[in-house]
């Protein structure tokens, strides 16, 4: 499944009031280590069609990183009906981000 | 824009060295003048040298190197940014390059204070410019040393002006220089000191150096594999253009092993090059 870009428009639909399993992934364009792991989050995106996965550009959205209490990018959040259930920080193997959304 | 810059004098930064400028590429090499190498006694075991302490044969290199008319500079790195090649400037200068040669080695410079690594990403940061974001007007501190706690003081201070320096039991300018005891997060970051008195800050950033495995992990975007960098068979790293060999890449941590990286990553690249 394709990673949804959040917006001010879409975050209570997608995240807010949304159901289900979302991963979340706190980013910005002035971040190198996001940028090598967005590949990383796609191909696991598509290999995890049961999973929501959204990406918030800190930048656009500060009001949001606040609540989820971002402290460093990227921050990769996984939520489960509602609720935070892990999180992870920084640079990783495929392998290690897996691990935020395997039971 | 040089074609490769190496960061290191040990033996795999100066054997790639070697390599690079003996097919004509442009080559500088930087270091701080702290390797490893240097603290090991003598060393008996490494082919075609005999006896010799760790400090001689890290000079032998270093002079190897400028008899090929390698310029071997020691200088400070400060920042490391990638845009149409790398840039790297030290205290002295900034390089352009379209190779970087990782070669600094495994010195650990962040100290062992309880708590501080634990929480990296947590209100302790290794990277002022990637996280000053996330403490605009707020209370912060940078623990660290040298040219560089100075570097990510100034950038701190574009985003807040209670920018506070520790540099735990050494003396730097402007810091608070007690020695740290330990680290906590708990409602904000306290820093108690060996006198029991205690500091507490919205953020801690430590500034020990770009070539620490984590920093430049933070940074750069480097991939590590438990406490190193990871490399493919060309001793290139996930980022395309930069290399890392010897200590840095864990293993054997041996000159043998270095030397041979360091060609391996000079031959990847003259290859890339299409330079013989």
């Not at chain 2, 000079?59 to 920042?79: N, Y």
């Not at chain 2, 735990?168 to 810091?175: A, C, F, R, T, V």
């Amino acid at each position: 499944m394709k990673v949804i870009e959040i917006t001010k428009e879409n975050y209570q639909k997608e995240i807010e009031n949304a159901e289900g399993k979302i991963f979340i992934d706190f980013y910005a364009d002035w971040c190198m280590p996001c940028k090598r792991m967005s590949p990383i989050v796609d191909q696991i995106a598509e290999e995890n069609p049961d999973v929501k996965f959204v990406k918030v550009n800190i930048d656009e959205n500060e009001d949001l990183a606040r609540t989820y209490g971002i402290m460093s990018i990227p921050t990769f959040v996984y939520m489960e009906d509602g609720a935070v259930v892990s999180k992870k920080i920084g640079m990783m193997p495929k392998e290690e981000l897996m691990n935020l959304i395997k039971k | 824009m040089n074609d490769v810059l190496i960061l290191g004098a040990g033996p795999a930064g100066i054997s790639a060295a070697l390599y690079t400028k003996r097919a004509n590429m442009s080559t500088i090499v930087l270091h701080n003048n702290q390797s490893n190498l240097q603290k090991a006694y003598q060393i008996d075991n490494y082919y075609g040298v005999g006896k010799i302490s760790g400090k001689d044969l890290y000079q032998k290199g270093i002079e190897q190197a400028k008899a090929l008319s390698i310029p071997v500079f020691e200088e400070e790195v400060l920042q490391i940014t990638e845009e149409e090649g790398f840039t790297v400037t030290t205290t002295k200068n900034v390089y352009h390059a379209k190779n970087l040669v990782l070669a600094t080695g495994k010195y650990r410079k962040l100290p062992s204070i309880p708590g501080l690594k634990e929480n990296i990403g947590q209100g302790i940061s290794l990277c002022a410019i990637c996280d000053a974001f996330f403490y605009k007007n707020k209370k912060v501190a940078i623990l660290g040393e040298g040219e560089f706690l100075h570097h990510e003081a100034i950038i701190l201070q574009k985003v807040t002006s209670d920018v506070t320096l520790l540099s735990n039991g050494k003396e730097e300018k402007d810091s608070i220089s007690k020695k740290i005891e330990n680290v906590e997060v708990s409602s904000g970051v306290v820093v108690t000191f060996e006198d029991h008195t205690k500091m507490t800050f919205d953020g801690l950033f430590l500034a020990y150096g770009v070539s620490d495995i984590d920093t430049l992990s933070s940074t750069l975007g480097i991939m590590k594999e438990k406490n190193f960098i990871k490399v493919d068979e060309n001793n290139q790293t996930n980022i395309p253009g930069i290399y890392a060999c010897g200590d840095l890449t864990g293993g054997t941590l041996q000159v043998a092993k270095a030397v041979y990286e360091g060609m391996n990553a000079a031959l990847a690249i003259i290859k890339k090059e299409g330079k013989k």
